[in-house]
């Protein structure tokens, strides 16, 4: 486990980076298309619906707490730290179970918004 620490640490560190510019490029793009004045009002709406604006905060909440609460499950889980990969198991169901009910959230918002 040891040596495996760093590697990880870089994958992340490059992960970061790439989501940092992903973002950045998509909030240039879409000012540049505001900014030229080319969509009406339903545009403009549809722009906000894809860009997601309000939940983003939601999702990383969602993602950040279960994955938390997967770190507080493992503290109290007896397993073996050498060669068990019980950890990375349980934190990806943790994750993944964070992910589904932000996915559930945002359906249940979205069928509330059309009625």
Same mark, same amino acid.
């Given at each position: ?6 590697? &990880?640490?870089v994958i &992340?560190?490059? $992960?970061?980076?790439?989501v940092f510019?992903?973002?950045? %490029?998509? %909030?240039?793009? /879409?000012?540049? !298309? !505001?900014?030229? +004045? ?6 403009? /709406? ?16 969602? &993602? ?7 770190? $507080? $499950?493992?503290?109290?889980? =007896?397993?073996?730290? *050498?060669?068990? =990969?019980? =950890?990375?198991? $349980? *934190?990806?169901?943790? &994750?993944?179970? +964070?992910?589904?009910?932000? %996915?559930l959230f945002? @359906?249940?918002? @979205? ?5």
């Open positions: 486990m040891k040596q495996l620490m760093p590697f &990880i640490i &992340i560190f490059f $992960v970061l980076i790439a510019i992903l973002a950045l %490029y998509n %909030y240039r793009l /879409k000012k540049r !298309i !505001i900014d030229a +004045g080319l969509l009406d009002e339903t545009g403009l /709406k549809f722009l906000q619906q894809i860009s997601g604006f309000g939940t983003e905060a939601i999702k990383w909440a969602f &993602i950040l707490f279960t994955g938390g609460l997967g770190l $507080v $499950v493992l503290q109290f889980t =007896p397993y073996s730290a *050498e060669n068990s =990969p019980l =950890p990375y198991g $349980v *934190e990806m169901m943790f &994750i993944a179970a +964070g992910f589904f009910s932000y %996915y945002i @359906r249940n918002h @979205r069928r509330k918004q059309n009625r």
